[in-house]
């Protein structure tokens, strides 16, 4: 898929990176955008094999990080372990769970005034 694949176009879209130490051969390449374009919800996957980065764009009302992640664990090639990877996959899964969440809600009243009901 092309760079212009993953410009957001919903206001539920996000884009995100994934590092992946183990990601050095076109094959590799091929088999992890087989394995995330699958997934229900992932609009985007561009693959960069000389800096071993996989970037992805997806609704967060469909999927979120931890399936992602999940998915390239499944995949054979897991993304970066580390202290601070760990942290901001807590982080990430956490924007993306709140974006769902707040998806599903109904708009507020304007001007923080109730709704007029019909009597």
Request: hydrophobic letters at 35%; charged letters at 25%; aromatic letters at 6%.
């Amino acid at each position: 898929m092309t760079q212009a694949t993953l410009k957001l176009q919903g206001p539920w879209e996000v884009r995100r990176k994934f590092g992946i130490p183990e990601l050095s051969d076109p094959d590799g390449a091929e088999h992890v955008e087989r394995a995330l374009s699958q997934l229900t919800g992932v609009r985007g996957v561009v693959i960069d094999v000389p800096h071993h980065l996989v970037r992805i764009r997806y609704e967060t009302t469909e999927t979120d990080y931890a399936t992602i992640r999940n998915a390239l664990n499944v995949a054979g090639l897991p993304p970066k372990r580390r202290w601070w990877s760990d942290q901001k996959a807590r982080w990430l899964q956490n924007v993306d769970q709140t974006s769902r969440e707040n998806a599903g809600l109904t708009p507020p009243a304007c001007c923080n005034k109730p709704p007029a009901t019909k009597r």
